[in-house]
């Protein structure tokens, strides 16, 4: 199987990968209105995109106040510890950017997944877009001594 490539990017710059990505798992497949998958954060942020045999199979991003999000792998790729290596590149970019609270609004399912790197869940669980969520933090994302992935 061949390797998983992470390469950090902007919205100026890959905007058309990184939508076509989020249209496939957001829109298409969690039926997310299209009207509010690109928002205002989208140019602000630094963007993620995993690649596979030349192939970009996934997203992410994190604004410039930690907030991880937009994260999607298309679905026949996922299993591959891909998400992982996007959600890993993401808390170093935090890291980098010297933030000193990474955090997250993740949907209920993902929970456990987001929980593996160090995330806690808080507060009660509401809706976003038609899917339960629920606000995740992971403190002293500046330390490192939080939220290895192994």
């Known amino acids: 199987m061949a390797s998983v490539s992470i390469r950090t990017t902007s919205f100026a710059v890959d905007a058309e990968l990184i939508y076509s990505i989020r249209e496939i798992v957001f829109i298409n497949e969690q039926r997310v209105p299209a009207d509010i998958e690109i928002d205002e954060f989208d140019p602000v942020c630094q963007h993620v995109l995993a690649w596979r045999d030349d192939v970009a ?3 992410g991003r994190i604004t410039p106040d930690g907030r991880i999000g937009r994260m999607a792998v298309i679905a ?3 299993g591959q510890g891909i998400g992982r290596a996007i959600l890993t590149a993401l808390m ?3 890291r980098d950017m010297g933030v000193d ?3 997250l609004s993740a949907q209920c399912q993902a929970i456990p997944f ?5 995330f806690a869940a808080s ?9 339960d969520h629920r606000l995740m933090t992971l403190p002293s994302a500046t330390d490192g001594s939080d939220g290895e992935l192994e």
Do not use: S
């Open 114 to 118: 987001y929980e593996q790197a160090g």
């Open 101 to 103: 609270r990474l955090y």
């Open 76 to 78: 026949e790729y996922r």
């Open 57 to 59: 199979v996934g997203t």
């Open 92 to 94: 170093q970019l935090g």
């Open 123 to 131: 507060g009660p669980v509401y809706d976003d877009a038609g899917i």
